[in-house]
């Protein structure tokens, strides 16, 4: 995936407002890309521009070789928002069961993948709840399974955990490096939280706001396959405390 | 899940009794001082006179079928043609600027206005009738339904547009689905002014229906009859808000109403 030199401005009534000056930046196929910032530095902006949800002013997005707009036609991107978003009148399993509505999915398939799918997050015995009758972090694992049900190349979350509580993120940030590593997407995950990308990420693009743009990207250099444990090492430290000095330039 | 567990279940007759007894005690007092003064019936008749007549009026049931179907044909075709153009209006920017005044200013013409010229139009048959329920239910329905149809949630319009959904199955599969409690609470006000409609068409050239039946029972001064109709009406409006209240839970499952 590339984005070169894209500038978005929104126009209000009162006001020009520079959402993204001049943001580059390369992904990898089945790399973890974090974008930290603070709010209003553009960064779900950006993840917007990538899946030609919004247009840039300027410049280009190729994702694997073609425009966005292609992509997103070919049904590259999984989103994930920071809150469920769920249909609250379709159960788990229907609401995962939506995409494959639209992508031309097989049809006998749909049922056993989403079956599969809720089962690997631990949702087997709530296939057939309904939203209200969920937890938060249920939630957000039926809208993460969601945006996987139709095996799209590339998985965009916009802050997925900053409305849980910290022992549930804490949870769901595991449960995500290990479908992260079964399934190999590209993932573009934008947070606020400097130790969540830190700890998720293989690279942390930091932004900054006024206008929106890339500061600096951090590579991490922690092993993969990391467990909770690897907060309470000094590398760890080290990163975040990296991560935070280029937030505070 | 955080629903309120209320204590035991009240049952039918608990929650029947109170107001059972309270219209025992007034339609007791209403008699007996009916009786006691000797009110003249065209003035004030007793309850026994209006049940009394309830059971002989002949023809009752046909003037309130007659209504009812009046009441429900227009509701039904505001119904159809509301939700439509609600669709319409949500799809475009140009529809809704280019319609929405004129919605506003139908709701603000008196109704009892436009009666005598669709009756001029149409005649003294049920059509205009069924007009003038049509036209009283339009802006309920129009603004409620238009009003869920801009309710879906914008992250969920985003997901199905970051999958390339199409217009149709972003309408059929969000947009409808999130506005139906909007919906039902516009069917639930639609539906007593249905009747509203009906019966006040009827008022103004009209041999049949309960609002005829009213208006001539009225000018030859009979007052049980009268209160029959007014009765009958009163029923039918509760029963039609109880239809469509239930409809609504039906459609709605776990979600909330919206009030209004």
Request: with cysteine; glycine share 6%; aromatic share 8%.
């Amino acid at each position: 995936m590339r984005v070169e030199d894209v500038e978005v401005t929104f126009r209000t009534p009162d006001q020009v407002v520079q959402a993204l000056s001049g943001v580059s930046l390369q992904v990898e196929e089945g790399e973890f890309v974090a974008l930290l910032g603070p709010t209003g530095c553009g960064k779900s902006t950006l993840l917007r521009v990538v899946s030609d949800l919004t247009h840039p002013s300027a410049g280009v997005v190729e994702v694997r070789g073609r425009p966005a707009a292609e992509a997103r036609r070919a049904n590259e991107f999984g989103f994930v928002f920071q809150e469920p978003a769920l249909l609250p009148w379709r159960t788990a399993l229907d609401n995962v069961m939506l995409p494959l509505e639209v992508v031309k999915y097989p049809a006998a398939e749909r049922r056993a993948r989403c079956e599969a799918l809720l089962g690997m997050v631990g949702l087997s015995k709530f296939l057939n709840r309904y939203p209200h009758e969920l937890s938060g972090g249920m939630k957000q694992r039926v809208a993460i399974v969601r945006a996987l049900a139709w095996n799209p190349s590339i998985l965009l979350m916009d802050e997925p955990f900053s409305a849980l509580d910290e022992l549930t993120k804490n949870q769901l940030q595991d449960e995500l490096l290990e479908i992260w590593s079964k399934e190999r997407k590209t993932i573009l995950f934008v947070t606020h939280n400097i130790s969540e990308a830190v700890y998720l990420a293989d690279r942390v693009v930091v932004m900054s706001a006024h206008p929106g743009r890339i500061v600096a990207t951090l590579p991490v250099e922690l092993p993969r396959s990391r467990d909770p444990g690897v907060r309470e090492t000094l590398e760890f430290v080290q990163h975040v405390k990296r991560a935070r000095e280029a937030l505070r330039l | 899940m955080s629903e309120r567990r209320a204590e035991p279940r009240e049952s039918l007759l608990e929650k029947l009794l109170p107001p059972a007894l309270i219209l025992a005690a007034i339609l007791g007092v209403w008699e007996a001082l009916v009786r006691f003064y000797d009110v003249p019936p065209w003035l004030l008749p007793a309850p026994s006179d209006i049940a009394a007549r309830f059971v002989k009026a002949t023809n009752l049931l046909y003037h309130t079928g007659l209504t009812v179907l009046e009441a429900l044909a227009g509701f039904a075709a505001s119904a159809v043609i509301g939700i439509t153009l609600s669709a319409l209006i949500v799809h475009s920017r140009f529809l809704e600027r280019g319609v929405f005044p004129y919605i506003i200013v139908s709701n603000a013409i008196p109704i009892i206005a436009i009666i005598p010229l669709l009756t001029i139009w149409f005649g003294y048959g049920i059509a205009p009738k069924i007009m003038i329920a049509s036209i009283i239910t339009f802006f309920p329905i129009v603004t409620n339904t238009t009003r869920g149809l801009k309710s879906a949630d914008r992250r969920i319009l985003d997901f199905m547009h970051s999958i390339n959904a199409t217009r149709r199955e972003i309408f059929f599969k969000v947009q409808l689905p999130s506005a139906l409690p909007y919906i039902f609470a516009g069917f639930k006000i639609a539906a007593s002014l249905s009747l509203v409609g009906a019966v006040v068409a009827e008022f103004y050239g009209s041999d049949r229906g309960l609002g005829y039946l009213v208006i001539t029972s009225a000018t030859q001064l009979r007052t049980d009859l009268l209160f029959v109709s007014i009765i009958v009406l009163a029923a039918l409006g509760v029963t039609l808000f109880a239809v469509f209240g239930y409809l609504e839970k039906l459609a709605l499952r776990g979600e909330a109403a919206v009030e209004r």
